[in-house]
């Protein structure tokens, strides 16, 4: 029925669109020896989801809040993900002011909102990121 179309369209990668500068962002932070991470209030085949996006290699875990409990802004969607990977600091990068810079702020980690209608807004904020650490 139409519950399961929904939950198909939400789960495969072609109802999906990557900002054009997404490989070459991700790219940046690999090269400088970051470790990356997606936080996303999202279904439980997110990393198969990331996987058919072809940008899987980038990531060394996936935390979906349909696997975790927690979604953003709530600070322990974000800890999770920071304990697992044993760091005390880290960056958000989204595009949500409320789920995905409300949920950094409430963790305590900077984060850069995310534009999508800026010519490179990925590269942009590693540029920035980057020059900041």
């Known amino acids: 029925g139409v519950a399961a179309e929904v939950r198909w ?13 997404t490989t070459e962002a991700l ?9 990356q991470a997606i936080v996303s209030n999202h279904c439980p085949e997110l990393e198969e ?6 940008i899987g290699a980038f ?10 409990g927690y979604e953003k802004p709530h600070p322990r969607s974000i800890v999770l993900a920071m304990e697992h990977l044993e760091v005390e600091s ?7 002011a409320k789920s995905d810079v409300g949920g950094a702020n ?5 984060s850069v909102l995310i534009v999508r209608d800026r010519p490179a807004p ?8 980057l020059a900041s650490s």
């Open 90 to 96: 880290a960056w958000m990068l989204g595009n949500s």
């Open 106 to 110: 409430a963790a305590g980690i900077p």
């Open 9 to 21: 369209c939400y789960t495969a990668p072609d109802a999906f669109r990557l900002y054009d500068d």
């Open 27 to 35: 790219s940046m932070f690999r090269e400088a020896g970051w470790r």
């Open 49 to 54: 989801l990331v996987d058919g996006l072809g």
């Open 122 to 129: 990925l590269v942009e904020a590693a540029r920035r990121i």
């Open 59 to 68: 990531f060394e875990r996936v935390f979906s809040s349909a696997c975790t």
